[in-house]
């Protein structure tokens, strides 16, 4: 047999997978026996080795070329992948620090910019000459570049998101300074503005109240919806001896003793407590807050009338029955203020009544003389 022909037919046998396979092969005379693959093979043989390539056969040559091409590839590939893998996961789950910033802060207040929102306002574009200023609503997150305008009296801080009262050095004439609705925690950096008459530091995050005594002239304040609860934290307001306006509405005060610090502020005329859990404990709320603050005029969403005063005094004094007879002191007083008016109305009524008559008399007296002196002319 060639040997080209040999050659094929071991190959074709040793490619079959089953018994079956290679009993249906041609028998060929050609003997073939494996070898271990555990056991090494060092001693020559004469029998044909089809693992080695076999020259001659270009087919099963270029055969193995191909499969070897192809396990390369894939490691290759597999290797590649997983150092893609390898050098590309870090860099999806790391974000540079600059970047995180940028992603997490707000716009900043430069100098730009409010001289920006100047013109957009219509007002000085020299820093100096402004005395109000509208920087609300613009997401800042801290107070800056405000050293160049020394002359305002008003400014505008609403709605951005502040964590503490700073930048204000060169302010010293400011009257009004509105910080609601912000994020500040504490009451600070404001020792300097002598001259700060309203503050309004609503709807922020702030638990004590502090450093407001440094602000002489403090007339007007304004804390609503903060996180106010004990007597403790209001009890600096004593120290603030101007303070005639304030709004404590919409916090967490459930301290009954927080009446004689309002008690103890002698300027106090008008008061706002609504939404805070105390009143729903206390009994004749508006009864004892009249009492207690002397100069009270307007308690929560009504005011507090100069009757209201009288019977609430005289309810101190002797419970109910003083309080009824009190009233009816005041109704008596009424009705006479009022039947004095009509008896006026009256009396100037016949006055005017008798200086009608008067004239009406005078009148004709005057016509009747003026008769005989045309007859006499005449004549």
């Given at each position: 047999?060639?040997?080209?022909?040999e050659?094929t037919?071991?190959?074709?046998?040793?490619?079959?997978?089953?018994?079956?396979?290679?009993?249906?092969?041609?028998?060929?005379?050609?003997?073939?026996?494996?070898t271990?693959?555990?056991?090494p093979?060092?001693?020559?043989?004469?029998?044909l080795d089809?693992s080695?390539d076999?020259?001659?056969?270009?087919?099963?040559?270029?055969?193995?070329?191909?499969?070897?091409?192809?396990?390369?590839?894939?490691?290759?590939?597999?290797?590649?992948?997983?150092?893609?893998e390898?050098?590309?996961?870090p860099?999806?789950?790391?974000?540079?620090?600059?970047k995180?910033?940028?992603?997490?802060?707000?716009?900043r207040?430069?100098?730009?910019?409010?001289?920006?929102?100047?013109?957009?306002?219509?007002l000085?574009?020299?820093p100096?000459?402004?005395?109000?200023?509208?920087?609300?609503?613009?997401?800042?997150?801290k107070?800056?570049?405000?050293?160049?305008?020394?002359?305002?009296?008003?400014?505008?801080l609403?709605s951005?998101?502040?964590?503490?009262?700073?930048?204000?050095?060169?302010?010293?004439?400011l009257r009004?300074?509105?910080?609601?609705?912000?994020l500040?925690?504490?009451?600070?950096?404001i020792?300097?503005l002598?001259n700060?008459?309203?503050l309004?530091?609503?709807?922020?995050?702030?638990?004590?109240?502090?450093n407001?005594s440094?602000?002489?002239?403090?007339?007007?304040?304004q804390?609503?919806?903060?996180?106010?609860k004990?007597?403790k934290?209001?009890?600096h307001?004593?120290?603030?001896?101007?303070?005639?306006v304030?709004?404590?509405?919409?916090?967490?005060?459930?301290?009954?003793?927080?009446?004689?610090?309002?008690?103890?502020?002698?300027?106090?005329?008008?008061?706002?407590q609504?939404?805070?859990?105390?009143?729903?404990?206390?009994?004749?709320?508006?009864k004892?807050?009249?009492?207690?603050?002397?100069?009270l005029?307007?308690l929560?969403?009504?005011?507090?009338?100069?009757?209201?005063?009288?019977?609430?005094e005289?309810w101190?004094?002797?419970?109910r029955?003083?309080?009824?007879?009190e009233?009816?002191?005041?109704?008596?007083?009424?009705?006479?203020?009022?039947?004095?008016?009509l008896?006026s109305?009256?009396?100037?009524?016949?006055?005017?009544?008798?200086?009608?008559?008067?004239?009406r008399?005078?009148?004709?007296?005057?016509?009747?003389?003026?008769?005989?002196?045309?007859?006499?002319?005449?004549?």
């Open positions: 047999m060639p040997l080209v022909e050659i037919t071991e190959y074709n046998l040793e490619s079959c997978s089953t018994q079956e396979e290679v009993s249906s092969v041609p028998e060929t005379g050609i003997v073939i026996e494996e271990p693959e555990h056991v093979n060092d001693e020559p043989s004469n029998k089809l080695k076999t020259p001659g056969d270009p087919v099963h040559a270029d055969e193995g070329k191909e499969e070897d091409v192809q396990v390369t590839n894939v490691q290759n590939g597999e290797k590649g992948k997983g150092d893609s390898k050098e590309t996961a860099v999806s789950n790391q974000v540079p620090e600059k995180v910033e940028s992603m997490f802060s707000g716009p207040m430069t100098v730009a910019g409010i001289q920006k929102l100047c013109k957009e306002h219509k000085y574009n020299t100096e000459l402004n005395d109000v200023l509208y920087l609300h609503f613009k997401g800042y997150q107070i800056e570049n405000l050293e160049r305008y020394t002359g305002l009296r008003c400014l505008w609403e951005n998101g502040f964590d503490r009262i700073e930048g204000l050095t060169n302010q010293l004439e009004a300074l509105y910080l609601q609705q912000n500040i925690h504490d009451i600070a950096n020792n300097h002598k700060l008459v309203h309004n530091l609503s709807n922020n995050m702030i638990s004590e109240l502090k407001l440094d602000c002489p002239n403090l007339n007007n304040l804390v609503s919806h903060n996180l106010l004990t007597r934290d209001i009890e307001l004593i120290e603030c001896t101007k303070i005639s304030l709004d404590l509405s919409h916090n967490r005060l459930e301290d009954e003793a927080i009446l004689e610090v309002y008690a103890g502020m002698q300027e106090l005329g008008v008061l706002n609504m939404g805070n859990p105390l009143l729903r404990k206390l009994s004749n709320y508006r004892n807050y009249t009492v207690q603050i002397k100069n005029r307007y929560d969403d009504r005011p507090v009338f100069p009757k209201d005063r009288a019977c609430a005289a101190s004094r002797g419970g029955e003083e309080e009824r007879a009233r009816e002191r005041w109704a008596a007083a009424e009705r006479k203020k009022i039947d004095d008016s008896e109305l009256r009396r100037i009524k016949k006055q005017s009544e008798q200086g009608e008559n008067i004239t008399r005078n009148g004709k007296r005057s016509k009747g003389m003026s008769v005989p002196l045309k007859k006499t002319m005449t004549s």
